[in-house]
């Protein structure tokens, strides 16, 4: 069963157009270029971690096939993830999404995304190193293939992504449905919420707690993402670069 699941996940991608992107950061700052590649509207979430900026008052919409510039300083730390099948009134910017909503707000303010979501997580230097690290995060579940790829950069950068869609071939008991259709898969973290599956309490080590085998089948289909919550080795990306590209449904 879990060779059918894993097989069949690869036979999901998505086939989208790629977006050409050429843009170098100014000074002071980080360039982050958000692309929706995906063929239908994505509202971008943006949560800063601590006492970072809130960026763009942390959400907005992002049509099909459109892509947006986002300037971040340096040492910003946070996250992004996309939304989907969203409705928002014009005027209050109140609403709600299937995946990923923030409190029913367009632009989300300091509240991050209700789970399932794929997240992308970034830090972009420290007062103690000025490397970069990022990957994209299936801890909590996904709704939608994203990644993270550096324009230039230092030598050894890499890609954080998880290009297919990992709906297709969701668990019947870890699927978020609506309407009939699965809109997102939890992670069984997310579904059991209990300290085995989520390493922590006396799991929350990494000698002792193991990825389940639906974390083994996202991370045979997005090698290069977070399964579970010390999948470091091939999922920590490190860079230095003044530009990246966002890129949601790559291809």
Known sequence: MTTFLIFFCFLLSISVTATGVNVTGGNGTIQLILV??????????????????????????LPSGEELVLRVPNHWAGRIWGRQGCYF???????????????GQLKCKGIGGVPPATLIEMTFGTSQSSLHFYDVSLVD???????????GG???CGIASCQTDLN??????????????VVGCKSACLATKS???????EFADPKICKPTMFALVFKSVCPHAYSYAYDDSTALMRCLATTYVITFCPA
Do not use: R
Not at 47 to 55: F, Q, R, V
Not at 90 to 98: A, I, L, N, P, V
Not at 141 to 151: D, E, H, R, V
């Open 36 to 61: 929706n590649n995906c063929q239908e509207s994505v509202w971008p979430g943006i949560l800063s971690n601590g006492e970072h900026p809130t960026i763009k008052d942390g959400g907005f919409h």
């Open 141 to 151: 579940g996904f709704n939608l293939p994203m990644s993270m790829k550096p324009i």
């Open 89 to 103: 009134n014009e005027t209050t910017g109140k609403g709600s999404c299937q995946t990923g909503d923030c409190n």
């Open 168 to 181: 297709g071939c969701c668990p019947s008991s870890l699927a978020l449905k609506h309407d009939g259709k």
């Open 154 to 156: 230092s030598v050894g």
């Open 195 to 201: 300290d085995k599956y989520c390493c922590t309490g």
